[in-house]
């Protein structure tokens, strides 16, 4: 999922959709605090993080109203903290409500809708909702393809999601073809050693594990989790992931006690 309140280059159409951009930004001082405290405590204090994005989406919706960029950011937020809870049945409803009052609110066709589409679709991956997740996917991209440039990072989040979905196929090609085509897009605006490079090669590394290439495959998975781990936390949805991989790839491998470690570890 892509972080709202992370990225920086979120705007690259105009109008409402970036008067929104900047409001996501502007509003934590407005709630007195209320985000920058569960900002810095998502990470490490679940439990009491929780209530400060439900307390700062009820002060949403009373002062700006339910449909407010301002609200839809929090929700969308939420979405994302409930994902690194592991809660992705919570987080599934969160994100079809964000996805509903966007599609009022900008109409089905507009850039922030295909975001909220492929935001959706990673919790529904999640759940096992395969099919439907490509569907979003696809939908999504089709949006970006007719109101984005086609180097935006939302295109590049998308094309992830679908590479995790080939590669349980074992479509090898249109894995790497998605792969290199979202890391292409990245590697114009990020480090080299980013997190989200890192993710988009893991996408590769479990499609090389279903086609039981594990020697490369180990490679790839052991270098994207150990830069998820660092750069976004155990807990983030993206390293779990990737670890899960790690432990289907040794127990395929044969080699129960490396499973056992990364099983342990999550």
């Not at 790839?220 to 992931?241: C, W, Y």
Request: hydrophobic content about 45%; proline content about 3%; glycine content about 8%.
């Amino acid at each position: 999922m892509l972080d709202e309140f992370e990225d920086e280059q979120l705007l690259a159409f105009g109008g409402e959709a970036a008067d929104r951009g900047q409001q996501k930004i502007l509003f934590f001082p407005a709630l007195g605090g209320v985000f920058g405290r569960f900002v810095l405590q998502m990470q490490n204090e679940l439990v009491e993080a929780e209530p400060l994005y439900r307390e700062s989406i009820d002060i949403l919706r009373r002062v700006s109203g339910a449909e407010h960029p301002d609200t839809l950011a929090a929700l969308g937020n939420y979405g994302w903290f409930l994902q690194i809870k592991g809660e992705f049945g919570n987080a599934e409803r969160v994100l079809r409500e964000v996805l509903t009052l966007d599609r009022h609110r900008l109409g089905p066709r507009h850039a922030f809708v295909g975001y909220d589409m492929s935001n959706l679709a990673d919790v529904l991956y999640e759940r096992g909702s395969v099919s439907e997740a490509e569907i979003l996917y696809r939908e999504a991209l089709a949006i970006f393809d007719a109101s984005l440039p086609a180097n935006h990072q939302y295109v590049a989040a998308a094309l992830v999601g679908l590479a995790r979905i080939f590669a349980e196929r074992g479509d090898e090609i249109r894995v790497r073809a998605f792969v290199d085509r979202a890391v292409s897009i990245w590697r114009k605006e990020l480090p080299a050693d980013h997190w989200r490079l890192a993710n988009a090669q893991a996408a590769l590394g479990w499609c090389l594990l279903n086609e039981k290439k594990y020697v490369e495959s180990e490679r790839i998975l052991l270098a994207s989790h150990a830069t998820l781990e660092k750069q976004r936390g155990a807990n983030d949805p993206d390293t779990r992931r990737v670890r899960g991989w790690l432990v289907r790839l040794y127990d395929r491998w044969g080699r129960p006690a490396d499973a056992d470690r990364y099983r342990q570890h999550g």
